[in-house]
């Protein structure tokens, strides 16, 4: 049987997408399994690369449609595209957000969906180029439902003959029963039982921050992510105890007090269960507010410490769709002025702090939402202006990554699972959470409760291991 016939196409005439689909033609790896074809401008112009025009836009756009034509009509076997430039097709007056909804109009398909694969994650998108403020009423039953069949009828042909499919909730901690949003509840559980009864193995909502690392683990064989950057992060990451009640509370309470009194130095926290928090009538969802409020600190901000990577949350349990108006320039600015004022206490004498978009690709110019205009570029020229070395905004599917690599200390997330997802897939059981902008040092675990394990003798303690230690640490920073 000969060798497959691959169209390769260039992509934005005036990207790395010429240079890339010619070096990919002439590889030996590729050679040897296929007989591969260069689509690129098919009069021959040159563009001048890195300047963004709607030309460029229209001749990538030219490219894809021939590409097509030619796999439609069975002179090539499959394409494999080189990047467009989103805001080219956009200044071309293309009304397709990238190659995945143009593909879905020329080739007339009636649903389609974006895979991102690897060995070690696969992620499938429920939805892709959309503001997160949009997400939620987007993401519904019939999508997700669409979705998940599409991803059931696709994973054979990558070898999972009966695929796991875990879905990932849209809101912190699944929504936690509704506590943080209810999206889990009206959308995507319904819809898993949908296809559950249609004999898909599906499962889920399960919380953004942990089913990844379950999937990489081997549990599931694919994660449908609920919107851009839950699913892009931990891809290009890798690939690049019983009911608690009120006792609890005053545990911590009596914490605090002697923390304030001097009594002890600072608090490694355990795990609350939150919603025993709701059905004791406590007004907190957790930790970090509750210790806000016990002392008296304006401002507080979740941080989550591990050697791989430090993210400080701008916004933490509220639900998804709250996050655009919750977070505004003033709480951003308190953010990183908290970050700034912390990171000495690590060992960061001159903290490089990056924040990362609120939408897919830091909003693209406005294309796809415009608080990184309204609110976040905003916040961090004030923070800048004052001397922070902060900066941003960056697409949150590569920024972690960047981190990673030593260009950043720090990375503020905008929402709970930006941040989340990232920190736990590195370091998950080693990663301590630290609350900055108190008075008293407090550190805790990167995880939950774990009633599914409770009082079985299983638990790993390590995160507190780490805790402790960190406790330890900062409080020697402190008062040295």
């Known amino acids: 049987m000969p060798n497959p016939r691959i169209a390769i196409t260039s992509g934005d005439p005036a990207g790395i997408g010429p240079e890339i689909a010619a070096a990919a033609a002439l590889d030996s790896r590729v050679l040897a399994v296929c007989e591969p074809m260069v689509y690129g401008v098919a009069d021959g112009r040159r563009f001048t690369p890195g300047v963004l025009s709607a030309e460029a836009g229209r001749a990538a756009y030219d490219t894809i449609v021939r590409a097509v034509e030619d796999a439609q009509n069975g002179r090539v076997n499959a394409i494999a595209t080189a990047p467009v430039n989103k805001e080219a097709f956009h200044l071309a007056d293309l009304p397709w957000a990238g190659h995945t909804d143009l593909l879905k109009h020329l080739t007339g398909a009636r649903d389609v969906a974006m895979m991102f694969y690897a060995e070690a994650l696969r992620v499938v998108l429920a939805t892709v180029h959309i503001a997160l403020a949009d997400v939620p009423r987007v993401l519904t039953q019939a999508s997700l439902e669409s979705t998940i069949g599409l991803t059931a009828g696709a994973l054979p042909h990558f070898g999972f003959a009966s695929p796991r499919i875990a879905v990932a909730g849209l809101n912190p901690h699944a929504g936690e029963h509704g506590l943080f949003g209810r999206e889990e509840e009206t959308a995507i559980a319904p819809a898993i039982a949908a296809c559950r009864d249609r004999g898909i193995d599906v499962r889920g909502p399960y919380p953004g921050d942990t089913v990844f690392v379950r999937a990489r683990r081997g549990e599931f064989d694919v994660v449908i992510a609920c919107y851009h950057d839950q699913g892009l992060i931990p891809v290009k990451l890798l690939a690049f105890g019983e009911a608690v009640n009120v006792t609890l509370g005053d545990t911590i309470v009596r914490a605090v007090e002697d923390a304030q009194n001097g009594r ?60 655009p108006r919750v977070l505004t320039q003033a709480s951003l600015e308190s953010t990183i002025g908290l970050t700034a004022g912390a990171l000495p206490h ?17 909003g693209e110019h406005g294309l796809f939402g415009r608080e990184e205009e309204t609110a976040i570029a905003p916040a961090i020229a004030a923070c800048r202006d004052r001397g922070i070395d902060v900066r941003g905004p960056y697409p949150g599917d ?82 040295a």
């Not at 989550?304 to 998804?320: D, G, K, N, P």
């Not at 599914?452 to 402790?468: C, K, L, Q, T, Y």
């Open 346 to 362: 690590f060992g960061f004498a001159s903290p490089r702090i990056a924040v990362a978009g609120l939408n897919p690709h830091a």
């Open 264 to 323: 002890v130095n600072a608090i490694a926290t355990a795990p609350v269960n939150k919603e025993a928090f709701h059905l004791a009538d406590l007004p907190w969802a957790g930790h970090t507010d509750l210790l806000k409020h016990l002392t008296g600190a304006r401002d507080v901000a979740m941080m989550f410490y591990a050697e791989a990577l430090r993210v400080v949350l701008a916004t933490v349990h509220i639900a998804l769709a709250d996050v």
């Open 398 to 479: 590569t920024v972690f990554v960047r981190a990673r690599r030593g260009e950043f200390d720090v990375v503020i997330a905008c929402y709970h699972d930006q941040g989340l997802i990232p920190v736990k897939l590195l370091a998950f059981g080693e990663a301590v959470n630290v609350t900055l902008g108190l008075p008293i040092v407090r550190t805790s675990v990167d995880h939950g409760t774990a009633f599914d394990i409770a009082g079985r003798g299983v638990a790993n303690p390590e995160s507190m291991i780490a805790a402790v230690l960190l406790a330890a640490r900062l409080a020697k920073s402190r008062s």
